[in-house]
């Protein structure tokens, strides 16, 4: 699933031609699109989520199921690889830092993590930030013989 959105300015400001935030109903799984921000810090869940939402420098989110996320994950250093298989396969490459640039691989790793921003040029770390400098999503599904 993918939209687009012009969701974030430099100053890392929401836009106001994003969806407005909803009451999601008492729903603890909905996730308002507005508190998707590289300033904001997303709490683990105390069980596992559905989905993933990715949010991208140009605001575009793209959303991965973590019943696709394959078993095989990789971490090195500031760079973190999952691979989702479904009728294709995405290969999520997360380059970032930080001290919880770890606990975050954790946790997506555990389904438990809900949201990834990617920072957007110019966005301004302080001391003690975790960023996610570059998120790509590349198709690798095998090719047909």
Same mark, same amino acid.
């Given at each position: 699933?993918?939209?687009?959105? @012009? ?52 605001? @575009?989110? /793209? ?28 290969? /999520?490459?997360?380059?970032? @830092? ?32 975790? /960023?996610?400098? @570059? ?11």
């Amino acid at each position: 699933m993918q939209g687009k959105f @012009s969701a974030f300015r430099k100053n890392g400001e929401v836009a106001e031609d994003v969806p407005p935030q909803q009451d999601a109903g008492g729903d603890e799984e909905a996730l308002p699109f507005t508190a998707m921000t590289p300033q904001s810090w997303p709490r683990p869940a105390n069980k596992t989520l559905p989905r993933l939402h990715i949010v991208k420098k140009d605001g @575009s989110v /793209v959303t991965m199921m973590y019943f696709h996320l394959d078993s095989h994950a990789t971490y090195k250093g500031g760079e973190f690889t999952l691979l989702f298989t479904g009728a294709k396969h995405w290969q /999520v490459t997360v380059k970032g @830092s930080g001290p919880k640039f770890w606990e975050v691989y954790d946790y997506l790793t555990l389904a438990r993590w809900p949201f990834l921003v990617e920072a957007t040029h110019g966005f301004k770390a302080g001391d003690g930030d975790t /960023v996610f400098d @570059s998120i790509d999503i590349k198709d690798v599904s095998p090719k047909e013989r």
